[in-house]
């Protein structure tokens, strides 16, 4: 089946530690995006990458990091830097960049202690 | 002007019933415009493409008027299971996606 993972579904750490956030999409996608959804709020763009090797901030990149080593895998990094990390965090894909619609992966819910 | 504006609800409607959402956008060069579902502590899944002329899926009509800049969601029929929150996404002309924040449905028995 193709589509888009995401692990852990659920995670938690101690404050002052980073953590990775795995992403993989099996749809042969060019676009991928990291969004953060608090509590009755939208989305909010982290980071995206149009392609390998390339990636751009988003909205609110300031205390995460990501990489786009492999076209399939795009996974976020959330450091300590960040100081509300506990969050949902959605990864999505897009067939090309910008106008497709994205398809996402069911995320994973940080919480930091 | 925020750039995509949904009213948030919550729409409390009965089963059967026809409900309509609206949703504003600022940038008057946008190029595409999506519905996506959001269930709770759910990821958004993609619910229809918005175009020109107008679209219908079964019970969902999505409807784009670009001269006030406004999308339509209209759900005829409306069963329980379409109890979810409906965003509405703009792409604001050459940039990533716009989510709205989303307007929540429940529907009854």
């Known amino acids: 089946d193709g589509g888009i993972t995401q692990s852990p579904k659920y995670l938690f750490r101690k404050e002052g530690q980073n953590v990775t956030l795995s992403c993989e999409q099996n749809?042969?996608?060019?676009?991928m995006y990291w969004y953060r959804q608090d509590p009755g709020q939208g989305l909010r763009l982290i980071y995206y990458?149009?392609?390998?090797?390339?990636?751009q901030k988003g909205d609110i990149a300031e205390g995460y990091s990501v990489s786009r080593e492999k076209k399939e895998s795009f996974p976020l990094t959330v450091t300590s830097a960040q100081k509300n990390p506990t969050a949902f965090y959605l990864c999505?894909?897009?067939?090309?960049?910008?106008?497709?619609?994205?398809?996402f992966g069911p995320g994973t819910r940080l919480t930091v202690l | 002007r925020k750039e995509v504006e949904q009213d948030p609800g919550p729409f409390n409607v009965p089963e059967g019933a026809t409900v309509a959402f609206n949703c504003t956008y600022s940038?008057?060069?946008?190029?595409?415009f999506f519905w996506y579902r959001q269930d709770c502590r759910k990821e958004p899944k993609l619910l229809m493409s918005v175009y020109s002329s107008g679209n219908e899926d079964g019970r969902f009509t999505a409807q784009l008027n670009r001269a006030s800049q406004y999308i339509s969601l209209l759900i005829r029929d409306s069963k329980l299971s379409d109890s979810a929150t409906y965003l509405c996404?703009?792409?604001?002309?050459?940039?990533?996606?716009?989510f709205g924040k989303g307007t929540t449905l429940s529907v009854s028995s």
């Open positions: 749809l042969n996608h060019d676009a």
């Open positions: 999505a894909s897009s067939p090309g960049f910008p106008y497709n619609e994205q398809f």
């Open positions: 990458s149009q392609i390998v090797n390339d990636f």
């Open positions: 940038n008057s060069a946008s190029q595409s």
């Open positions: 996404v703009v792409n604001p002309s050459g940039t990533a996606l716009i």
